[in-house]
């Protein structure tokens, strides 16, 4: 069939939060097999709960798509089964592991009388230095388990493959939201950026030291523009809660004039930077891909904890002492080349990058266009293999052991009155008080 007269390719992603929908949705673009000239039609689901992207985010992460509403995971469950319903082509699972665990289970209780069902994609938003096996047998059972980078690709098959679990889902890709033209130069004034994490580090008295290294670092260099980049406004949560906004801790302090928060999307702030810094964020490999001089600090320790353990070998790792004296790093490229990251920068790097998602695109045509459709879902984990871990999973979604919706599931057959919408965002203000207020002083009383 001509391309021009093909149908355009449907994808569903369904997400949990500000930055899962960023790479979903961008994914879903980067892996959609060309077969039609008008693009594939990309449909969004945010999954209802405490990390709900708010209006702001969304634009912010600024990926628009053809339709885009909230939903429990039950809704969701209906809404891939409802009958006379046009079939997506591609699902993106966008959520944390024990949520791609249970859509994977509800989704083979739905689908297991359909001749046809979609290709099902999950994977990782960032680097993943915690939680390999935890986080990745949740995922397993999906028909594509990418990986960032060739170095997670080779950790994720050894997994599969070390507790018997078919390993050949996995597929190496690159991080989705790279890109943005290459760094040639300083700016004028040179921009430093500190891109901070909303749970790393979780204490106090780290999150106040290093902002009061990066105002120490403003004021011993005036001439510079130091800015604080923000993921999250207060009362906001992306897909790690913050308990101790940066915006809170800053009011306390006496800062330079040439020091100033920022939000909005990384890619613009980047546009302007000549120094990034942070402690583990995946900012620092959309900087490197740019090749922007990038610092990873170790000012709080080289620790698993704070994920840049990641970065060892990378050449970034660096200390603010040394960066007050005017220390630019040199990243390691063979390095960078291993996570994923357009080694040489510019028109070649580039290319390199777009070509990163070919194997990806190639799989999903494959299993398209296989005459009697797909296999059933085969998680690995099942009432056999985690008969005392799987029900516990699948419950926090209210599914039941089978994977079918459990009596008093959320209703899919009507949209949210006006009292339940105020009903839930009056939960949802009580849940972030309780985690932003609450809890910290509890904790703080616990430690006297």
Not at 236 to 264: C, M, S, W
Not at 322 to 338: K, Q, S
Request: proline share 7%; hydrophobic share 40%.
């Amino acid at each position: 069939m001509p391309a021009s007269n093909a149908k355009p390719l449907r994808i569903a992603v369904l997400a949990d939060s500000d930055t899962r929908w960023k790479w979903g949705a961008l994914t879903a673009g980067r892996i959609a097999p060309d077969r039609a000239q008008a693009g594939p039609v990309l449909d969004g689901f945010l999954l209802r709960g405490r990390a709900t992207p708010t209006a702001r985010q969304l634009t912010e992460v600024g990926v628009r798509a053809d339709s885009l509403r909230e939903v429990t995971a039950v809704e969701f469950l209906r809404a891939m089964g409802e009958e006379g319903a046009e079939p997506y082509d591609v699902l993106v699972l966008a959520l944390v592991g024990g949520g791609v665990q249970a859509m994977l289970h509800g989704l083979g209780r739905v689908w297991e009388d359909r001749e046809r069902r979609p290709v099902v994609v999950t994977g990782y938003v960032g680097v993943v230095y915690e939680k390999l096996a935890d986080g990745l047998l949740l995922r397993h059972g999906a028909d594509l388990v990418l990986a960032n980078s060739r170095q997670d690709a080779e950790r994720f098959r050894a997994v599969f493959e070390g507790v018997g679990a078919d390993a050949s889902a996995v597929t190496e890709v690159a991080l989705p939201f790279l890109g943005g033209a290459p760094y040639t130069g300083e700016h004028d004034p040179y921009t430093v950026v500190f891109a901070a994490q909303p749970s790393v580090p979780e204490n106090r008295r780290d999150r106040t030291y290093l902002l009061e290294r990066l105002v120490r670092h403003a004021r011993l260099h005036p001439e510079r523009e130091v800015l604080l980049k923000l993921r999250s406004r207060p009362g906001e949560h992306t897909t790690h809660i913050e308990e101790l906004p940066y915006q809170k801790l800053a009011q306390k302090l006496d800062a330079p004039a040439n020091f100033r928060l920022v939000y909005g999307n990384m890619g613009e702030v980047l546009d302007r930077t000549d120094l990034m810094v942070t402690v583990s964020s995946t900012a620092a490999l959309e900087s490197l891909h740019r090749r922007i001089p990038t610092v990873v600090l170790t000012d709080l320790g080289v620790r698993e904890a704070l994920g840049n353990h990641h970065f060892v070998g990378s050449g970034c790792l660096s200390s603010w002492d040394r960066l007050d004296a005017g220390h630019r790093p040199v990243p390691d490229e063979e390095w960078v080349a291993r996570q994923g990251v357009a080694a040489g920068g510019g028109p070649a790097g580039a290319g390199t990058y777009d070509r990163a998602f070919d194997a990806a695109r190639e799989r999903i045509a494959k299993l398209l266009d296989r005459p009697a459709g797909l296999a059933p879902l085969a998680p690995y984990y099942t009432l056999a293999t985690a008969s005392g871990y799987l029900p516990g999973i699948l419950a926090r979604h209210h599914l039941g052991p089978d994977g079918t919706p459990l009596p008093g599931a959320p209703a899919a057959d009507k949209e949210p009155g006006p009292v339940r919408q105020i009903v839930r965002r009056a939960a949802r203000g009580a849940y972030r008080h309780g985690v932003q207020r609450v809890a910290p002083v509890i904790r703080r009383m616990g430690e006297l």
